[in-house]
Each structure stands twice: as C-alpha cells, then as structure tokens.
C-alpha cells in the first residue's frame, strides 16, 4: 500500500534511538523527510545521517530538549526555515521520575507535568499554522500502557500518561476544522536501552540475574517476545497516512497483548 507520504516533513522527538528513532526510520522508509530532536548532538547527528543515507531523504538533526518550553519557538522556525512545511509531530520523551506518593517532590510533580502535557501543548500550539497548511496534518504522542492500566511504582505516569489522553481527545473536536488528526501511541515492552536500564534496576533490586528479570517481562507477554521499535514506527506512518483519515483521537496499545484492561 503506497501511503502517500513522499516528501511530508517529520519532527519526531526524542529520535536519536529507542522507539523515537523506530518512528524515524519507518517515516523515512515512506519517503518523509525528517526532523530529529533530542537532548545529545552526536548519537542524534548519527541517527539522521544513517537515515537519510539508507531511506534517500533529508534528515536534520536538532538539538533541543522536549521539557524545554523556552526552546520550541526557535525549533518551529527553524523547520519553517529549512522545510517550510511540517506534517507530522511526534510528542516523544523520557518518563517522569519513579515513585510513590510518599517518595516524590512538588518539583517532581511540576516538572512531570511540564514534560508530558504542557511542552507538547505549547508544541502543537506553535506548529499549528504550519500544520494547518499540511494536507494530512497528523500529531502523535507516545504515552505508555499506563493510559490503561496503572502501573506499580509510577504514580506520575499514571496521572499524566491517561491527562494526555484526555487532551488528545478534547484537541480531536477543537482542531477539526483544521484538519489536525491527534492519536496516542502507548508502548508496552520494547527492546530499547530504556528498557534494559529498566531491567538492570529490578534486577538490582529484587537480587536476580538480568536475564530472570528480562525472562518475566517476556513470559507477561502473549506475543512471548519483546517489541521491535519498527513496528511501532510502522503503525504511526500508516496513522500518518491519508489512508487513515477516518481514525481519529485513538489510543493505540502496541503490547504484544499484554496489558489486559478493556
């Protein structure tokens, strides 16, 4: 299926590896050209050279941390100046920190709000002009398993993941006549860096050997093996794609099966 993406422009955040650059690369390989943020310049200035030498496209590499609000006007005209159009944005960052009520600051609870609802709402705010002028202007945010089932030990994920959700779906009515197609894309298990960071702590903590610990993750899965970036990539470019147009405001697990809330 031709998804009709040839020469649309990305901005994917968070981009320099992990289920950023999955969304890269799977963009790319339909001929989008790319915009890369994330907070350090040489794995993110690797990552768009190798996409743009294996897809054929233009990727730039920026630098630019998704929590900095301070830092999205200059992004947004930096794209304008170089592109001159946007298509497609890619809320993607880090998680908040870890912890329960008991274990977590003011400054925490601020900066988590900041991270995950506020930036990506001054983002979208800022490019709105441009994606106005998009023929399928599209915005994703990568949220987490947590927009439906809470998970253990990360009370701000769990209050700010489903917040995001929330806002998606008012944005769906308030930018429909603008065209702009929102969706959350909630991750389960991959096999990125993060996720081994992860498994290295549970493996700390609770005393068993990493590969234990990254043996429960996968047996908690149906699918019985971890996720691969690309296939989550893939299922953003087809939600990208005019062929997608009547899905709008969804919240899309990509699992494995795993999380079992209905």
């Known amino acids: 299926m031709d998804l009709n993406l040839k020469n649309h422009v990305a901005l994917v955040q968070g981009a320099s590896k992990g289920l950023g650059r ?3 690369e799977a963009l790319a390989a339909e001929g989008c050209n790319v915009i890369l943020t994330g907070r350090t310049a040489e794995p993110l200035q690797a990552a768009a050279s190798s996409i743009a030498q294996r897809h054929g496209v233009f990727a730039k590499a920026i630098v630019s941390d998704s929590g900095d609000l301070s830092a999205i006007p200059a992004l947004i005209h930096d794209i304008s100046a170089d592109f001159g159009r946007l298509d497609i944005v890619v809320c993607n960052s ?5 912890g329960g009520l008991k274990d977590l600051t003011p400054e925490q609870w601020m900066a988590a ?5 506020a930036a990506p709402a001054a983002l979208i705010r800022t490019a709105l002009p441009m994606l106005q002028a998009s023929t399928a202007p599209r915005v994703f945010f990568v949220t987490s398993t947590s927009t439906k089932d809470a998970v253990a030990g990360l009370l701000l994920s769990n209050t700010f993941r489903p917040a995001v959700v929330g806002m998606i779906k008012a944005l ?3 930018l429909a ?12 298990r991959f096999d990125t860096d993060r996720l081994a960071n992860v498994i290295n702590m549970q493996s700390k903590k609770f005393g068993k050997p990493p590969e234990a610990v990254k043996q429960a993750m ?3 899965i149906p699918a019985g093996r971890l996720g691969d970036p690309l296939e989550m990539g893939r299922l953003v470019a087809f939600l990208a794609s005019p062929q997608s147009d009547y899905l709008r405001g969804g919240n899309w697990l990509v699992d494995g099966g795993m999380v079992r809330a209905i």
């Open 177 to 188: 006549a603008e065209r702009v197609v929102l969706h959350s894309i909630a991750p389960g």
């Open 94 to 98: 880090g998680g908040p920190a870890p």
């Open 22 to 24: 999955g969304i890269a």
């Open 172 to 174: 769906t009515a308030e």
């Open 218 to 220: 996968i047996d908690s």
């Open 113 to 117: 709000a900041t991270l995950l609802v």
